[in-house]
């Protein structure tokens, strides 16, 4: 039930998004985060980049499901207040146009001329994908009939 299509301020168009499944977790939720926590917690310990600063830093999980359905898609942002942010992806159309997951390229309006590279990822079940929060994202649209599921999730820092 908590799934809404046009949520407003959010990016999903052609399909429905939840509300932040790591508010409340039920048992099933609880694990998937302590999962999604050690995976984001060795992603950061990586040699630091120039973007990121020195220290460990404390962070929380919030996380959401999308559902795509045939056409839908994510218009291109970025979670500039993350650290990290990441998407699982529980079920995937098997057919070509399974909605790719497009890194580095921002919307349109903010290219002078052309189009930047990017890079594109064919989502498979159980593909989990992170990246920096900044870097600007988005999907192609989903072409297949069967609903593209993924939970996505930022790693948004605390104090601690």
Known sequence: PGLLAGREGKTTRGGRQS???ARRPG???AALLAALDRAVAAYLAQPLPPWRPAGPPAWRLALWA????AGGHQEAHNHPSGLASGVY??????AAGAGELLLGRPPERLLAQGRLPGLALRPNEGDLVLFPSWLWH????TAA???RISLAFDAVPTRG
Do not use: Q
């Open 27 to 29: 048992p099933a939720v």
């Open 145 to 147: 009939a069967t609903t």
């Open 89 to 94: 992806y529980l079920a995937t159309p098997d």
């Open 66 to 69: 999308t559902l795509l359905d």
């Open 138 to 141: 988005r999907t192609s649209p």
């Open 19 to 21: 509300g932040d499944l």
